[in-house]
């Protein structure tokens, strides 16, 4: 059986995670759409851009939603029934892609162009707090 190093996974996304999880959801993924996700660096935003290859889909046949901690993108194209095929090689498929986010990423927008379905993730940097706490003193 393949180890897989826990930053070999793109699949939870911002955080760090256990081999055990990281394996179990690579399993459940069958490769199909495929992806990449990039880190991009701006001052005091941690953000992600999620990229799909979802060539013969249109909006109204895709679905990105947020359930508790999961980012699910979800597509169905319909069957023609008026269509008479000589040849099929393009099948209708459907796909369900589901991420885990860290606590506090946020899906910021969704955009679908040239076949591409580009969803942009963030999570603002904490701000360093300091707090003055008082001492109180028994007599």
Do not use: W
Request: net charge neutral; proline share 4%; no cysteine.
């Amino acid at each position: 059986m393949r180890r897989l190093k826990p930053v070999s996974t793109p699949l939870l996304l911002g955080f760090d995670f256990t081999e055990a999880l990281a394996a179990q959801l690579a399993r459940a993924n069958d490769g199909y759409p495929p992806y990449n996700i990039e880190l991009l660096r701006e001052a005091g935003v941690h953000r992600l851009r999620i990229t799909l290859a979802v060539a013969g889909f249109s909006e109204h046949e895709l679905d990105v939603t947020v359930e508790g901690r999961q980012l699910i993108i979800s597509g169905a194209q319909a069957e023609r029934a008026d269509a008479d095929y000589l040849f099929r090689g393009i099948a209708a498929r459907q796909f369900q892609r589901v991420f885990v986010m860290a606590e506090g990423m946020d899906v910021a927008g969704a955009q679908l162009r040239n076949g591409l379905l580009v969803i942009e993730l963030e999570r603002p940097e904490p701000q360093d707090v300091v707090r003055k706490i008082n001492i109180s003193a028994s007599k």
